[in-house]
């Protein structure tokens, strides 16, 4: 009983459990602490690429460069991967701008049947005229335009997109 009693060996164990137990918090602690901080580095570059992507955006809506004018009948379509130009007052960003002409399928993709299928319904062929001047038109009026920016230090990249539409386009509708 009298070795039970004495608590004198217990102080030793009880520093160690209480040393053990602070470096576990701490350590815990200390983890959090750096996860949040590099999350909110990761996020205060995220935003700044957001920024960045709406400016170019507007400026490009508002202020088209020439040879994306629909209207000046030379469009420089995209077909391969973006090329980056550095932006002036960012010089840790670069963008890429691609413009994409809008397709749309041939009237016989759509209706499953082929062109060799002469079909005299008069119905059928109205449909097909007027598929048609919607195609055309759509094509000559709407442009997806995607803007990329890049943070050369980091390689993250935000994809902004939208519709460019011509403002100066006329809709022409012909059915004969």
Same mark, same amino acid.
Not at 161 to 168: I, M, P
Not at 171 to 176: A, G, P, Y
């Given at each position: 009983?009298?070795?039970l009693k ?6 030793l164990?009880e +520093?160690?459990?209480?040393? !053990?137990?602070?470096? *576990?918090?701490?350590?815990a602690?200390? @983890?959090? $602490? ?14 700044a690429l957001k920024d ?5 955006m ?26 980056f ?9 670069? +963008?890429?701008?691609?413009? !994409?002409?809008?397709t *749309? ?5 759509? @209706?499953? $049947?082929?062109?060799?299928e002469?079909n005299?319904d008069?119905?059928?062929s109205?449909?097909?005229r007027?598929?048609d ?14 803007i ?10 935000y994809d ?10 006329r ?6």
């Open positions: 009983m009298r070795v004495n608590e004198e060996g217990m102080s164990i +520093v160690i459990t209480a040393v !053990f137990l602070f470096a *576990i918090f701490i350590t602690f200390m @983890t959090t $602490q750096g996860n949040n901080i590099t999350t909110s580095i990761r996020f205060k570059d995220e935003l960045i992507a709406e400016i170019q507007q400026e490009l809506i508002l202020n088209p460069p020439e040879d994306f004018r629909p209207s000046a009948g030379k469009v420089n379509i995209s077909t391969s991967t973006p090329k130009e550095k932006i002036d007052d960012y010089p840790d960003y670069q +963008v890429a701008i691609q413009l !994409f002409k809008v *749309i399928p041939e009237f016989e993709k759509i @209706t499953g $049947q082929s062109e060799e002469n005299p008069e119905d059928q109205m449909q097909k007027i598929y001047n919607f195609k055309k038109n759509m094509e000559q009026l709407v442009w997806q335009v995607l990329t920016v890049k943070h050369v230090p980091s390689e993250q990249t902004l997109s939208t519709w460019l539409y011509n403002q100066n386009g809709l022409q509708f012909d059915i004969q």
